[in-house]
């Protein structure tokens, strides 16, 4: 059986190459989740709350030896650690990441709203 990944980077790749043309280079970028940031009254997310932008790119990083959670995937603005993608959603995440899978993030809302899990939103692509 095919993978999510496999069966989104085998649609994205035939799109592209339907769409192709000399002189065209960019990448393509398949939007893979979309995700509340876990954890983030534990750390920056409020402290930097008023330097944060809707479309801010963000950094993933695995952390193979949380000893929480061994799929962990942390998520950084700037150097610093905002939080991470939630437990229940980074299995696929934490796989491509560690299959040297180019992914990409960014915020894509922002909430003042008491509810940590309700703060900020985050997307995930995959970069072909």
């Known amino acids: 059986m095919l993978s999510r990944w496999t069966r989104a980077l085998g649609l994205a790749l035939s799109i ?3 769409a192709q043309s000399p002189a065209s280079a960019e990448s393509i970028k398949i939007l893979v989740q979309s995700s509340p940031l876990a954890g983030s009254q534990y750390y ?8 944060i ?5 963000l950094s993933l990083a695995r952390e193979r030896d949380n000893r ?7 998520v950084e603005w700037k150097g610093q650690k905002l939080g991470y993608v ?3 959603e980074n299995r696929a995440v934490a796989q491509a990441l ?6 990409e993030a960014k915020v894509s809302r922002l909430r003042d709203d008491p509810d940590p899990w309700r703060r900020i939103e985050f997307e ?5």
Not at 53 to 57: A, K, N, S, V, Y
Not at 124 to 128: C, H, K, N, R
């Open 16 to 18: 592209w190459l339907l």
């Open 44 to 51: 920056s997310a409020n402290r930097v709350w008023g330097e």
């Open 53 to 57: 932008r809707i479309g801010d790119r």
């Open 68 to 74: 929480h959670d061994r799929n962990a995937v942390r």
């Open 86 to 88: 939630p437990r229940a």
């Open 98 to 103: 560690d299959t040297g899978e180019q992914l």
């Open 124 to 128: 995930i692509f995959l970069v072909l």
